[in-house]
């Protein structure tokens, strides 16, 4: 069974700091990850999708990397800001077919940065 | 284009009775799948429909079910509510093929008292 961990659960930052959140996985056999973000009380909003072939992907000051082979991806958020402050979640999904597109989430990390 | 779009978005119900949460897909995206959000078990799968056809179910007990129509829209329905099924339930919708990303709705927040 698929097992999704982030760390940290949580982390407080200045506002210009670069920072890098964590997910692992246990199953190294994924489909793709994606990456979201949910702010309070709200739904989840889609920040970047990888694909099981590729590295990394990137979009604007957001970059996110997988290594398949060590069960990990990383978020990296450049000059963070005020605004960046939410949970970010990451989901795996273990391929296309029946029985296997459903997403397994992480607990999420939550975000606050300090202006 | 619009985004997934849930309604009701806030619902309070009495144990024993039982709820109906509709969801609106994404133009032209044909998956929809379901999930429930807990303090204390996070993001779970409940299930997903293609073409009015579930395709896959997460590990919930019966009195979860659901429905796709014709048009893509899909429903969920609980039954006999518990305390425990207060929640966020959310929906999401996707097109098929490699780059399918998935995009979720707002949610709707069912309270059971």
């Known amino acids: 069974k698929q097992e999704v961990t982030q760390i940290p ?22 489909y793709n990850l994606q990456w979201f973000r949910q702010d309070p009380g709200k739904g989840l909003t889609s920040l970047l999708l990888i694909q099981s072939s590729q590295r990394e992907q990137t979009s604007g000051r957001l970059n ?13 958020i450049a000059a963070s800001q005020p605004g960046d402050s939410a949970t970010y979640l990451c989901a795996v999904r273990l391929g296309s077919d ?3 597109r459903a997403l397994t ?3 999420g990390t939550r975000l606050q940065v300090q202006p | 284009k619009a985004g997934v779009t849930q309604t009701p978005r806030y619902l309070i119900k009495t144990r024993g009775q039982q709820v109906t949460l ?14 429930q959000q807990t303090p204390g078990q996070g993001l779970q799968f409940l299930f997903e429909y293609f073409s ?4 896959n179910k997460g590990n919930f007990p019966g009195r979860f079910s659901g429905r796709q129509f014709s ?38 927040w069912l309270t059971v008292v």
């Not at chain 2, 009015?52 to 395709?55: A, G, K, M």
């Open chain 1, 105 to 107: 989430f992480g607990s």
């Open chain 2, 71 to 108: 048009n893509s829209r899909s429903e969920m329905n609980v039954s006999t509510l518990e305390l425990g099924d207060s929640a966020l339930y959310l929906c999401a919708s996707s097109s098929e093929g490699r780059g399918n990303t998935i995009y979720f709705g707002e949610g709707s």
């Open chain 2, 52 to 55: 009015e056809t579930q395709r």
């Open chain 1, 64 to 76: 996110a990397s997988l290594d398949k082979s060590s069960g990990r991806s990383t978020l990296y």
């Open chain 1, 9 to 30: 659960a949580a982390l407080s930052v200045p506002e210009g700091e670069n920072l890098v959140l964590n997910c692992s996985f246990t199953d190294s056999a994924i």
């Open chain 2, 22 to 35: 509709s969801c609106s897909p994404i133009s032209g995206h044909r998956s929809v799948s379901w999930y």
């Open chain 1, 98 to 100: 029946t029985g296997r």
